[in-house]
């Protein structure tokens, strides 16, 4: 696992992505943080986080779509599905990979912290830990959907665009089930939303269902991802 992720790290950071990445979060986040935190003098930085949810509901799906298409279009993935290395392995060093990346732009909150210390003398850090919390749990969920839609196609646009109306589904299933009527079916639905999970944290609340939640949902694909692999390796 540790070969498979220094060998993802250092392609994203031999190839722009790693760059525009981080670069689009840090632009996007500080736009939030100095118009809002800044402007308004306030040590809440709820919004500055929950506005994060939409761009990496965009930007994670570029990040994961060459993880396993790249090696189909260079032509290594029989190499490495044949390669005597533990599947599971494989897709964890691309997993923590792609987190690695990810925790990078985050970092940026740090200084957002800093300044927010440095100007007022104190944050809530409850609300400040609970977002950082929610959003790397939010973030690893998404990572986890699209390394499993990248190893599912052969293609990195396509497996950008299924991966993002995958994750866009699963945060309008809140929406969705303020409309169904069968009570059952509605509180179903309701417990699959990201949203109203990353909410509660967001709030400085933490809750351990939520926290299963993410857990399993990063589980069950990274599983499904292991299974769909293991089909290719012996078909």
């Not at 930007?59 to 599947?87: G, Y």
């Not at 309008?172 to 699959?192: P, R, Y």
């Amino acid at each position: 696992m540790g070969a498979i992720f220094r060998r993802e790290l250092k392609a994203y950071f031999t190839s722009p992505i790693a760059y525009i990445f981080i670069a689009v979060f840090y632009i996007y986040t500080s736009t939030f943080f100095a118009s809002y935190n800044l402007y308004y003098g306030t040590t809440d930085m709820s919004t500055s986080f929950t506005s994060a949810f939409t761009i990496i509901m965009i930007l994670l799906p570029l990040l994961t779509m060459r993880l396993f298409t790249e090696e189909k279009r260079q032509k290594t993935d029989q190499c490495l599905l044949t390669a005597p290395v533990n599947l599971f392995s494989i897709v964890m060093g691309k997993f923590f990979a792609a987190v690695c990346i990810f925790l990078c732009a985050m970092a940026i909150y740090v200084l957002y912290v800093i300044t927010l210390v440095a100007l007022a003398g104190s944050v809530a850090w409850a609300t400040v830990i609970g977002n950082f919390v929610a959003l790397l749990l939010l973030g690893a969920s998404f990572i986890s959907i699209g390394i499993f839609v990248s190893a599912m196609t052969e293609n990195q646009v396509v497996a950008a665009i299924v991966s993002f109306i995958i994750i866009m589904l699963f945060y309008m299933i809140d929406v969705f089930a303020g409309n169904i009527q069968v009570e059952w079916l509605k509180t179903v639905m309701s417990s699959l939303g990201f949203y109203t999970r990353y909410y509660e944290f967001s709030t400085g609340i933490f809750s351990i269902p939520s926290l299963i939640f993410f857990l399993s949902a990063i589980f069950i694909f990274n599983f499904l991802t292991v299974r769909a692999l293991e089909k290719r390796r012996w078909s």
